[in-house]
């Protein structure tokens, strides 16, 4: 079965300040993966994803996720971070990659707290 | 262009009660999937509806049904109403030509059983 671990519950970064999320996965092939980000009382808003070709992909609000197969890792990244990025981001995995019949399997979140 | 719509926004109701939470999907969407997410947790697939029929289904109880109906728009039933059914439900619509990555979520039932 899949499965998403997102080893962080909570990082405190000050504003302008780099950031990493980490997410490891488990999936018996290859993953098609997702970073959402959540708001308090939003829905998830999908910041990127990655499913084959080049391992560095962009995303919107200037973050990028690098996929590494041999550490089974989808890690987040932002170069400098603004106080409106506070929020809530999930990992994601989703199984028939190839259909829209899969379903999600989320991590439990890193709540992200930025500091002026 | 509307996004996903979901009602209520909010709801309050008492154990043992029935729930009927709804989703209209992102126009040009055809598939309905349906997420429970608990307070300090991430979302958890309940099922997901296509051509009116449930395709895939999460480990969850049969209290959980849904349906979806010829306009593509979905609810989600909850009977016998547990405590732990607290959560924030969403609803995400994609499309069968779009594959794994056009999912779009709506923003959610916030659901409190008392």
């Known amino acids: ?116 | 262009d509307a996004g996903v719509t979901q009602s209520p926004t909010h709801l309050i109701k008492t154990r043992g009660q029935q729930v009927t939470l709804r989703c209209s999907p992102k126009s040009g969407h055809d598939t309905v999937s349906w997420y429970q997410q608990a307070l300090g947790q991430g979302p958890q697939f309940i099922f997901q509806y296509y051509e009116e029929e449930e395709r895939q289904r999460g480990n969850f109880p049969d209290r959980f049904s849904g349906h979806q109906f010829p306009n593509y728009s979905s609810e989600l039933n909850v009977n016998a109403l547990l405590l732990g059914d607290s959560a924030l439900y969403l609803c995400a619509s994609s499309s069968t030509g779009q594959g794994a990555g056009g999912y779009t979520f709506g923003s959610g039932t916030r659901l409190t059983v008392v």
Do not use: M
């Open chain 1, 1 to 116: 079965a899949q499965s998403v671990t997102q080893p962080d519950i909570h990082i405190t970064v000050s504003e302008g300040a780099s950031l990493e999320l980490r997410c490891n996965y488990s999936y018996g092939a290859t993953p098609y993966l997702f970073w959402y980000v959540q708001s308090p009382g939003q829905g998830l808003q999908l910041l990127l994803k990655y499913f084959s070709g080049d391992t560095l992909v962009q995303g919107i609000k200037g973050f990028e996720a690098e996929f590494k197969r041999s550490q089974s890792s989808f890690n987040l990244r932002k170069p400098s971070v603004h106080w409106s990025d506070a929020a809530e981001y999930f990992c994601a995995v989703v199984d028939l990659p190839n259909t829209n019949a899969g379903k999600s399997t989320f991590g439990d979140g890193t709540t992200l707290t930025v500091k002026p």
